[in-house]
């Protein structure tokens, strides 16, 4: 079956620090791949998504690229701001028809000034 | 768009109580999603709907779960009887055709 594994967090960063949450996919045929965000009290937002190998998605100065070869979508930011602290999730849809999402465990990022 | 519903945001109640869960997805979407979110288990996908129409219930934990979706606007998740593991956040989502889901903000549930 599908199955999404992301790093433990939880992840301390300073502020304007680069940050890195690795994430690697089990999945038969051709995913779409989501990063997923989550702030305090709030649901899921999207945050971005590819939808074929070699995509980059790309949001808020967040970047994932979707590597088939390694079968990973690491997310990444350049420098990290105090908002950007969050439970950061990835996913995997394997279309067949539906958007049924898979999802990782979720990474919480926190961001000290 | 209003965004995705849910009500109540947070609900305490005794083990043993019928708990209802509502969600009002955003208009147009044909797709709605429920979903369970604890500590040990993370996100989990109870069932999800497609024009009213349950597709997918595999993910229901057993028969104290039921859900329905009467029509286009309104999806209840029911828990009867309810249990102490039923504790959780439940989140609806709901997406038109297969772009990305869109969530609500959640219903806190605590079972004591």
């Known amino acids: 079956g599908n199955s999404v594994t992301q790093m433990e967090g939880p992840v301390t960063l300073s502020e304007e620090a680069f940050l890195t949450i690795n994430c690697t996919y089990t999945?038969?045929?051709?995913?779409?791949l989501f990063w997923y965000v989550q702030y305090p009290g709030e649901g899921l937002q999207l945050l971005l998504k590819a939808t074929k190998a070699d995509d980059k998605g790309s949001n808020k100065g967040f970047e994932a690229t979707y590597r088939k070869e390694t079968t990973s979508f690491h997310l990444e930011k350049g420098s990290v701001q105090v908002s950007d602290s969050a439970v950061y999730f990835c996913a995997l849809s394997s279309g067949a028809g539906s958007y049924q999402l898979t999802f990782g465990k979720g990474t919480k990022l926190s961001v000290i000034p | 768009d209003a965004g995705v519903i849910q009500s109540p945001r947070h609900e305490v109640t005794e083990m043993g109580q019928e708990v209802t869960l509502r969600c009002k997805p955003i208009?147009?979407?044909?797709?709605l999603f429920w979903y369970r979110q604890t500590m040990m288990r993370g996100l989990e996908l109870l069932i999800y709907f497609n024009n009213n129409v349950p597709i997918d219930d595999s993910g229901m934990p057993e028969d104290r779960f039921s859900a329905k979706m009467p029509n286009a606007s309104f999806s209840t998740l029911k828990i009867q009887p309810s249990e102490p593991r039923d504790s959780a956040v439940y989140f609806c989502?709901?997406?038109?055709?297969?772009?990305?889901?869109?969530f609500g903000d959640g219903t806190r549930l605590s079972i004591l």
């Open positions: 208009s147009g979407h044909d797709y």
């Open positions: 999945a038969t045929g051709y995913p779409s």
């Open positions: 989502a709901s997406s038109r055709d297969l772009r990305p889901q869109h």
